[in-house]
């Protein structure tokens, strides 16, 4: 407040001893910091005094807008929140839920068909095998029935 330091109170704590005496030393120091004590209290309370006036008058809340329009780092960063929680927040209802639930089916559908079309070459593919096998076999049976 005054901006003392340590040399200026010893020089007039020094001064204080030569003018009032080493007996009313104490006394005139308990009076001072009494005195400074009740001026502390009272800067206090015009102090609450003045945030109370304040408060109801809104200042407060004048100030903190003005605080927060005055911060671009703060405002960028809202922004980029609000974008992110539109991404995470996903509505399976929502158009682009409605394409990927498709896509879904349809990629779903597609492994079916495949799964079923390489089962069926799989048959007709042993199909053909024991045709060939079949037809084979007969004329091995024709050529054994020759010899007799």
């Known amino acids: 407040m005054f901006d003392l330091g340590l040399t200026e109170l010893l020089l007039i704590g020094i001064v204080a001893l030569i003018i009032v005496g080493p007996k009313d030393l104490p006394v005139l120091f308990r009076r001072v910091g009494e005195f400074v004590g009740r001026m502390k209290g009272m800067a206090r309370e015009f102090t609450s005094a003045m945030n109370d006036a304040a408060d109801e008058a809104g200042m407060k809340d004048v100030a903190k807008t003005m605080r927060s329009a005055s911060n671009p780092i703060k405002t960028g960063l809202d922004k980029v929140g609000e974008t992110t929680k539109e991404f995470t927040s996903f509505d399976p209802l929502s ?34 095998k024991s045709e060939k096998n ?7 049976k024709r050529t054994s029935e020759n010899k007799k």
């Open 134 to 140: 079949n037809k084979s076999k007969p004329k091995k």
């Open 95 to 128: 158009e682009t839920g409605k394409f990927a639930l498709e896509r879904q089916d349809a990629s779903k559908k597609i492994r079916e068909e495949t799964a079923k079309r390489q089962n069926d070459t799989k048959v007709s593919s042993e199909v053909t």
